[in-house]
């Protein structure tokens, strides 16, 4: 998603931000996109992801990243990006994920198959 001037308004990045949220199983929050990821720890969480979930949502917040780091540490109480979210719960960032990949839990974690 590549998203226009409105994309500097507080308001409209902390709607898109809830909506993302709220209308998709899987949505990550991360620098770049699935074809271009702008970090190692977005590149990573996005190959973490994708090895359980086929269809997830990627929101790219590097056209408003001081607006997107503070609707997502409302959400979230998390600083840093990327940033994931399932089923409407923040699960965390790209750490977090390898560490429930380790232990077996990522999988049941994205799919709901607890």
């Not at 709220?22 to 949505?27: I, Q």
Request: glycine share 8%; net charge negative.
């Amino acid at each position: 998603m590549t998203f226009q001037p409105e994309s500097e308004d507080p308001e409209a990045v902390q709607e898109r931000v809830s909506a993302a949220i709220e209308n998709n199983d899987v949505v990550l929050f991360m620098k770049g996109n699935r074809l271009m990821p702008q970090c190692g720890y977005s590149a990573k969480a996005l190959e973490l992801i994708s090895q359980y979930v086929e269809e997830f949502e990627t929101i790219d917040v590097l056209p408003a990243l001081p607006h997107y780091r503070e609707a997502l540490d409302e959400k979230s109480g998390w600083e840093t990006i990327p940033q994931t979210f399932v089923d409407g719960e923040f699960v965390g960032g790209s750490d977090i994920l390898e560490e429930l990949d380790e232990r077996g839990e990522l999988e049941a974690t994205l799919t709901g198959a607890n």
